[in-house]
DNA sequence: TATATATTTCGATTAATGTTGAAATATGGA
DNA sequence: TCCATATTTCAACATTAATCGAAATATATA
Protein backbone atom coordinates (compact mmCIF):
# COMPACT_ATOMS: atom_id res chain seq x y z
CA UNK A 1 0.00 0.00 0.00
CA UNK A 2 1.31 3.38 -0.96
CA UNK A 3 1.16 6.46 1.45
CA UNK A 4 -1.34 7.91 -0.88
CA UNK A 5 -3.78 4.99 -0.99
CA UNK A 6 -3.77 4.94 3.20
CA UNK A 7 -4.46 8.58 3.33
CA UNK A 8 -7.37 8.06 0.97
CA UNK A 9 -8.33 5.06 3.48
CA UNK A 10 -7.78 6.82 6.77
CA UNK A 11 -10.06 9.97 5.58
CA UNK A 12 -12.41 7.82 5.03
CA UNK A 13 -12.62 6.26 8.13
CA UNK A 14 -12.10 9.22 9.78
CA UNK A 15 -15.97 10.48 9.72
CA UNK A 16 -18.44 9.60 12.21
CA UNK A 17 -21.15 8.26 10.04
CA UNK A 18 -18.34 6.41 7.65
CA UNK A 19 -16.75 4.67 10.37
CA UNK A 20 -19.97 3.56 12.01
CA UNK A 21 -21.03 2.13 8.26
CA UNK A 22 -18.02 0.66 7.72
CA UNK A 23 -17.97 -1.31 11.25
CA UNK A 24 -21.30 -2.34 10.76
CA UNK A 25 -20.53 -3.77 7.54
CA UNK A 26 -17.94 -5.53 9.26
CA UNK A 27 -20.05 -7.17 11.65
CA UNK A 28 -22.20 -7.96 8.57
CA UNK A 29 -19.82 -10.18 7.30
CA UNK A 30 -19.28 -10.96 3.66
CA UNK A 31 -22.88 -10.90 3.06
CA UNK A 32 -23.04 -7.79 3.64
CA UNK A 33 -26.13 -5.22 3.74
CA UNK A 34 -28.13 -3.03 1.51
CA UNK A 35 -27.98 0.31 1.12
CA UNK A 36 -31.32 0.81 2.04
CA UNK A 37 -30.98 -1.28 5.39
CA UNK A 38 -27.56 1.08 6.30
CA UNK A 39 -29.63 4.19 6.02
CA UNK A 40 -32.60 2.63 8.02
CA UNK A 41 -29.78 1.29 10.93
CA UNK A 42 -27.87 4.69 11.32
CA UNK A 43 -31.03 6.98 10.55
CA UNK A 44 -28.88 8.85 7.52
CA UNK A 45 -30.87 10.35 4.79
CA UNK A 46 -30.12 8.11 1.60
CA UNK A 47 -28.22 10.76 -0.46
CA UNK A 48 -26.00 11.27 2.48
CA UNK A 49 -25.49 7.49 3.07
CA UNK A 50 -25.01 7.23 -1.18
CA UNK A 51 -22.39 10.13 -0.45
CA UNK A 52 -20.70 8.06 1.99
CA UNK A 53 -20.53 5.07 0.46
CA UNK A 54 -19.11 6.13 -2.67
CA UNK A 55 -16.67 7.68 -0.27
CA UNK A 56 -15.80 4.12 1.00
CA UNK A 57 -15.79 2.79 -2.00
CA UNK A 58 -12.98 5.15 -3.52
CA UNK A 59 -10.64 3.98 -0.79
CA UNK A 60 -11.17 0.42 -1.42
CA UNK A 61 -12.33 -0.40 2.03
CA UNK A 62 -15.83 -1.53 0.68
CA UNK A 63 -17.52 -3.41 -1.98
CA UNK A 64 -21.08 -3.05 -3.89
CA UNK A 65 -22.86 -5.90 -6.03
CA UNK A 66 -26.28 -5.81 -7.45
CA UNK A 67 -28.48 -7.74 -6.15
CA UNK A 68 -32.31 -7.23 -7.56
CA UNK A 69 -33.13 -4.28 -6.73
CA UNK A 70 -31.08 -4.05 -3.98
CA UNK A 71 -27.10 -3.16 -3.97
CA UNK A 72 -25.31 -5.44 -1.22
CA UNK A 73 -22.48 -3.63 0.12
CA UNK A 74 -19.87 -5.40 1.75
CA UNK A 75 -16.71 -4.75 3.52
CA UNK A 76 -13.26 -5.38 1.98
CA UNK A 77 -11.04 -7.20 4.65
CA UNK A 78 -8.63 -7.31 2.49
CA UNK A 79 -7.78 -3.61 1.82
CA UNK A 80 -8.21 -3.07 5.65
CA UNK A 81 -6.06 -5.35 6.62
CA UNK A 82 -3.36 -3.79 3.77
CA UNK A 83 -4.32 -0.53 6.05
CA UNK A 84 -3.07 -1.94 9.30
CA UNK A 85 -0.21 -3.45 7.59
CA UNK A 86 1.00 0.15 6.22
CA UNK A 87 0.38 1.55 9.31
CA UNK A 88 2.46 -1.08 11.59
CA UNK A 89 5.10 -1.56 9.06
CA UNK A 90 8.77 0.54 10.06
CA UNK A 91 7.60 0.19 13.51
CA UNK A 92 9.81 -1.00 16.22
CA UNK A 93 12.67 -1.43 13.39
CA UNK A 94 13.41 -4.70 14.30
CA UNK A 95 12.59 -5.11 17.98
CA UNK A 96 9.20 -7.26 16.46
CA UNK A 97 9.31 -9.67 18.91
CA UNK A 98 8.60 -7.72 22.01
CA UNK A 99 5.52 -6.21 20.40
CA UNK A 100 1.76 -7.08 21.58
CA UNK A 101 0.09 -9.21 19.06
CA UNK A 102 -3.07 -8.57 17.35
CA UNK A 103 -5.43 -10.30 15.01
CA UNK A 104 -6.17 -8.84 11.87
CA UNK A 105 -9.74 -8.73 10.67
CA UNK A 106 -11.15 -11.82 8.60
CA UNK A 107 -10.23 -12.31 4.99
CA UNK A 108 -12.84 -12.94 2.84
CA UNK A 109 -10.68 -16.62 1.79
CA UNK A 110 -12.37 -18.11 4.44
CA UNK A 111 -15.86 -17.02 4.98
CA UNK B 1 -11.05 3.55 22.91
CA UNK B 2 -14.32 5.78 22.23
CA UNK B 3 -15.72 6.32 18.67
CA UNK B 4 -15.35 9.95 18.67
CA UNK B 5 -11.55 8.84 19.65
CA UNK B 6 -10.81 6.72 16.72
CA UNK B 7 -12.50 9.37 14.29
CA UNK B 8 -10.04 12.12 15.47
CA UNK B 9 -6.83 9.73 15.61
CA UNK B 10 -7.89 8.50 12.06
CA UNK B 11 -8.89 12.53 10.97
CA UNK B 12 -5.42 13.29 12.25
CA UNK B 13 -3.27 10.86 10.34
CA UNK B 14 -5.49 11.15 6.99
CA UNK B 15 -3.41 13.74 5.80
CA UNK B 16 -0.37 13.65 3.84
CA UNK B 17 1.76 15.74 5.61
CA UNK B 18 0.58 14.22 9.00
CA UNK B 19 1.21 10.64 8.28
CA UNK B 20 4.77 11.29 7.33
CA UNK B 21 5.44 13.35 10.47
CA UNK B 22 4.07 10.80 12.25
CA UNK B 23 5.78 7.61 10.67
CA UNK B 24 9.04 9.46 11.00
CA UNK B 25 7.90 10.09 15.22
CA UNK B 26 7.84 6.14 14.93
CA UNK B 27 10.75 5.15 13.47
CA UNK B 28 12.97 7.87 15.59
CA UNK B 29 11.29 6.06 18.97
CA UNK B 30 10.53 7.18 22.42
CA UNK B 31 13.58 9.73 22.37
CA UNK B 32 11.61 11.71 19.43
CA UNK B 33 12.88 14.32 17.37
CA UNK B 34 12.47 18.28 17.26
CA UNK B 35 10.19 20.05 15.15
CA UNK B 36 12.77 21.91 13.47
CA UNK B 37 14.34 18.32 12.33
CA UNK B 38 10.72 17.62 11.56
CA UNK B 39 10.30 20.46 9.27
CA UNK B 40 13.72 20.40 7.77
CA UNK B 41 13.40 16.57 6.83
CA UNK B 42 10.23 16.74 5.58
CA UNK B 43 10.61 20.63 4.09
CA UNK B 44 7.41 21.89 5.92
CA UNK B 45 7.00 25.49 6.82
CA UNK B 46 7.06 25.96 10.21
CA UNK B 47 3.87 27.45 10.79
CA UNK B 48 2.28 24.65 8.76
CA UNK B 49 4.19 21.89 11.17
CA UNK B 50 3.36 23.71 13.88
CA UNK B 51 -0.29 23.17 13.19
CA UNK B 52 -0.27 19.74 12.43
CA UNK B 53 1.96 18.69 15.37
CA UNK B 54 -0.64 20.14 17.22
CA UNK B 55 -3.59 17.96 15.37
CA UNK B 56 -1.55 14.79 16.13
CA UNK B 57 -1.02 16.18 19.46
CA UNK B 58 -4.62 16.88 20.24
CA UNK B 59 -5.33 13.05 18.90
CA UNK B 60 -3.25 12.07 21.53
CA UNK B 61 -0.87 10.46 18.45
CA UNK B 62 2.10 12.26 19.67
CA UNK B 63 3.65 13.36 22.67
CA UNK B 64 5.68 16.87 23.37
CA UNK B 65 8.67 17.74 26.05
CA UNK B 66 10.61 20.46 26.39
CA UNK B 67 14.66 19.94 25.61
CA UNK B 68 16.58 22.99 26.41
CA UNK B 69 15.40 25.43 23.47
CA UNK B 70 14.09 22.45 21.74
CA UNK B 71 10.85 20.82 21.57
CA UNK B 72 10.69 17.05 21.01
CA UNK B 73 8.00 15.05 19.67
CA UNK B 74 7.41 11.51 19.91
CA UNK B 75 5.03 8.85 18.69
CA UNK B 76 2.27 7.53 21.36
CA UNK B 77 2.61 3.84 21.17
CA UNK B 78 0.01 3.43 23.41
CA UNK B 79 -2.59 5.44 21.39
CA UNK B 80 -1.55 3.83 18.14
CA UNK B 81 -2.38 0.48 19.36
CA UNK B 82 -5.37 1.39 21.18
CA UNK B 83 -6.60 2.80 17.35
CA UNK B 84 -5.47 -0.31 15.96
CA UNK B 85 -7.70 -2.35 18.68
CA UNK B 86 -10.09 -0.65 18.29
CA UNK B 87 -10.30 -1.41 14.48
CA UNK B 88 -10.00 -4.62 14.99
CA UNK B 89 -12.03 -4.98 17.73
CA UNK B 90 -15.60 -6.89 16.73
CA UNK B 91 -14.27 -8.19 13.54
CA UNK B 92 -14.94 -11.58 12.52
CA UNK B 93 -17.09 -12.53 15.51
CA UNK B 94 -15.40 -15.22 17.59
CA UNK B 95 -13.48 -16.46 14.15
CA UNK B 96 -10.62 -14.72 15.42
CA UNK B 97 -8.59 -18.42 15.14
CA UNK B 98 -8.40 -17.96 11.21
CA UNK B 99 -7.39 -14.26 11.25
CA UNK B 100 -3.75 -13.48 9.83
CA UNK B 101 -1.81 -11.92 13.05
CA UNK B 102 -0.26 -8.87 12.76
CA UNK B 103 2.45 -7.68 15.45
CA UNK B 104 1.27 -3.93 16.78
CA UNK B 105 3.79 -0.94 17.37
CA UNK B 106 6.44 -1.43 20.28
CA UNK B 107 4.88 0.13 23.53
CA UNK B 108 6.94 2.84 25.03
CA UNK B 109 7.72 -0.04 28.39
CA UNK B 110 9.83 -1.71 26.60
CA UNK B 111 11.90 0.93 24.32
C1' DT C 1 -46.36 -0.96 -20.39
C1' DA C 2 -47.28 1.41 -16.25
C1' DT C 3 -46.32 1.76 -11.34
C1' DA C 4 -43.76 1.23 -7.13
C1' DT C 5 -39.45 0.76 -4.74
C1' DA C 6 -34.29 1.37 -4.30
C1' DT C 7 -30.39 4.01 -5.13
C1' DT C 8 -27.66 7.60 -7.12
C1' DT C 9 -26.71 12.17 -9.08
C1' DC C 10 -27.25 17.08 -9.01
C1' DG C 11 -27.30 21.72 -6.98
C1' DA C 12 -26.98 24.76 -3.38
C1' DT C 13 -25.61 25.84 1.12
C1' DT C 14 -22.87 25.62 5.25
C1' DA C 15 -18.91 24.27 7.82
C1' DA C 16 -14.32 22.62 8.39
C1' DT C 17 -9.46 22.15 6.90
C1' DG C 18 -4.74 23.37 5.02
C1' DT C 19 -1.45 26.94 4.03
C1' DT C 20 1.60 30.70 4.96
C1' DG C 21 3.71 35.40 6.26
C1' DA C 22 4.14 38.13 10.06
C1' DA C 23 4.02 38.85 14.86
C1' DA C 24 4.37 36.95 19.52
C1' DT C 25 6.50 33.87 22.95
C1' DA C 26 10.21 31.11 25.03
C1' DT C 27 14.80 29.63 25.85
C1' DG C 28 19.99 29.86 25.67
C1' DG C 29 24.20 32.19 25.21
C1' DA C 30 27.17 36.43 24.65
C1' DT D 1 20.52 42.74 29.63
C1' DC D 2 20.58 42.08 24.69
C1' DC D 3 20.62 39.23 20.72
C1' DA D 4 19.95 34.94 18.20
C1' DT D 5 17.45 30.76 17.57
C1' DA D 6 13.23 27.70 18.13
C1' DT D 7 8.48 27.31 18.16
C1' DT D 8 3.78 28.80 18.36
C1' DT D 9 -0.13 31.89 17.59
C1' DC D 10 -2.73 34.93 14.66
C1' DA D 11 -5.20 36.46 10.54
C1' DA D 12 -6.51 35.91 6.01
C1' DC D 13 -7.36 33.24 2.19
C1' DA D 14 -8.25 29.13 -0.79
C1' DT D 15 -9.77 24.54 -0.89
C1' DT D 16 -12.38 20.69 0.35
C1' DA D 17 -16.06 18.13 2.84
C1' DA D 18 -20.83 17.23 4.71
C1' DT D 19 -25.73 17.68 4.35
C1' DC D 20 -30.15 17.21 2.16
C1' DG D 21 -34.28 18.11 -1.07
C1' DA D 22 -35.45 17.22 -5.58
C1' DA D 23 -34.76 15.06 -9.85
C1' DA D 24 -32.84 11.18 -12.45
C1' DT D 25 -31.82 6.27 -13.03
C1' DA D 26 -32.44 1.29 -12.38
C1' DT D 27 -34.87 -2.78 -11.21
C1' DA D 28 -39.03 -5.55 -10.04
C1' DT D 29 -43.80 -6.57 -10.24
C1' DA D 30 -48.67 -6.05 -11.61
Known sequence: MEMKD?????AAMAQETRLAVFRALVVAGPEGLSAGRIADALAVAPATLSF???ELDRAGLVTA????RYVLYSANFAQMNALLGFLTAN???GAVDDCAPAALC??????
Not at 6 to 10: D, N, R, S
Request: net charge positive; glycine share 4%; aromatic share 0%.
Open 91 to 93: CCR
Open 52 to 54: HLK
Open 106 to 111: CPPDHA
Open 65 to 68: RQDG
Open 6 to 10: AVVAL
